[in-house]
């Protein structure tokens, strides 16, 4: 009974250094690719455009965020800046080039992001980790699916609610 007790202990031991080694690993790997190379902070246009929905076109002035389309209207600023961080989303997984765009949800997208003229098309959710099929360009990645929601606000959704 003892020498069980010993033999785990010790695999325990093996699994928190391999665990260690793993971490030291990735920290000092740094981050990983990004959905684009667009500063968040720098970006000046947005345009969001659904099958069956108004476009949504969001502009940074000097005063701020607009809403310009369907709609004039100050934008909330907490709302667009969470929406801009899918500009720096980790890239999570390349796809092979030849994928099935049809079947990831592509061809035709759920959705089109454009900033500042980049477009990103937005499709299906992988079904294991839940993640977003995005076209870039000629490429596919996966991204964490957390951004879809602010994606998928209304265009109403993104005038500034607080009366200012």
């Given at each position: 009974?003892?020498?069980?007790?010993l033999?785990?202990?010790?695999?325990l031991?093996?699994?928190?250094?391999?665990?260690?080694?793993a971490?030291r690993e990735?920290e000092?790997?740094g981050?990983g690719?990004?959905?684009?190379?667009l500063?968040?902070?720098?970006?000046?246009?947005?345009?969001?455009?659904?099958?069956?929905?108004?476009?949504?076109?969001?502009?940074?002035?000097?005063?701020?965020w607009?809403l310009?389309?369907?709609?004039?209207a100050?934008?909330?600023?907490?709302?667009?800046?969470r929406?801009?961080?899918?500009a720096?989303?980790p890239?999570?997984?390349?796809?092979?080039?030849?994928?099935?765009?049809?079947?990831?949800?592509?061809d035709?997208?759920?959705?089109?992001?454009?900033?500042?003229?980049?477009?990103?098309?937005?499709?299906g959710t992988?079904?294991?980790?839940?993640?977003?099929?995005?076209?870039?360009?000629?490429?596919v990645v996966?991204?964490?699916g957390?951004?879809y929601?602010?994606?998928?606000?209304?265009?109403?959704?993104?005038?500034?609610?607080s009366?200012?």
């Amino acid at each position: 009974m003892r020498g069980r007790w010993l033999v785990n202990l010790l695999l325990l031991i093996l699994v928190v250094l391999l665990g260690a080694a793993a971490q030291r690993e990735l920290e000092r790997s740094g981050p990983g690719p990004t959905l684009t190379d667009l500063d968040p902070g720098a970006i000046a246009e947005v345009v969001i455009e659904r099958p069956g929905m108004p476009r949504t076109r969001l502009e940074r002035t000097a005063e701020g965020w607009f809403l310009r389309e369907p709609l004039e209207a100050p934008a909330g600023a907490e709302r667009v800046a969470r929406l801009l961080q899918i500009a720096t989303a980790p890239v999570r997984r390349v796809l092979p080039s030849h994928s099935d765009l049809q079947a990831l949800g592509l061809d035709p997208p759920r959705l089109t992001l454009t900033l500042d003229g980049l477009v990103l098309r937005i499709g299906g959710t992988e079904p294991l980790a839940q993640r977003r099929y995005v076209g870039v360009g000629d490429r596919v990645v996966l991204i964490d699916g957390q951004h879809y929601r602010d994606l998928a606000t209304p265009p109403e959704g993104f005038a500034d609610a607080s009366g200012d």
